[in-house]
Nanobody
Framework: QMQLVESGGGLVQAGGSLRLSCAAS????????VGWFRQRPGKERECVVG????????YYTDSVKGRFTISRDNAEDTVYLQMNSLKPEDTAVYYC????????????????WGQGTQVTVSS
């Protein structure tokens, strides 16, 4: 089993920044691709960003390109999501998830999930 713990969420004004962290334990983290997903009220879960095992491949959904940056430190078993220029529409519960397979936007392919962290952006 792998445990994922997110942290770094909170309340921020529009235009502000937050950095989310996803700390892993229990498995060889470097063998897993990681995605950050969000669940907005009344919306389906969506993949926001993703990163491959070696960080050579990243994915960003269009709405966050140029504002969010994903990175990982395999030595620390941690993935980070730097979120800048936040907008009210970024308000959601953010989850990190890990998959043994290839990085994908498909949430069903992810085996392990964190408990989520709330991000609220006020206008």
């Amino acid at each position: 089993q792998m445990q994922l713990v997110e942290s770094g969420g909170g309340l921020v004004q529009a235009g502000g920044s937050l950095r989310l962290s996803c700390a892993a334990s229990g498995r060889t983290f470097s063998s897993y691709a990681v995605g950050w997903f969000r669940q907005r009220p009344g919306k389906e879960r969506e993949c926001v960003v993703g990163i491959s095992t070696s960080s050579s491949i990243t994915y960003y959904t269009d709405s966050v390109k140029g504002r969010f940056t994903i990175s990982r430190d395999n030595a620390e078993d941690t993935v980070y999501l730097q979120m800048n220029s936040l907008k009210p529409e970024d308000t959601a519960v953010y989850y990190c998830a890990a998959t043994r397979g290839i990085m994908t936007r498909n949430w069903a392919a992810y085996n392990y999930w964190g408990q989520g962290t709330q991000v609220t952006v006020s206008s």
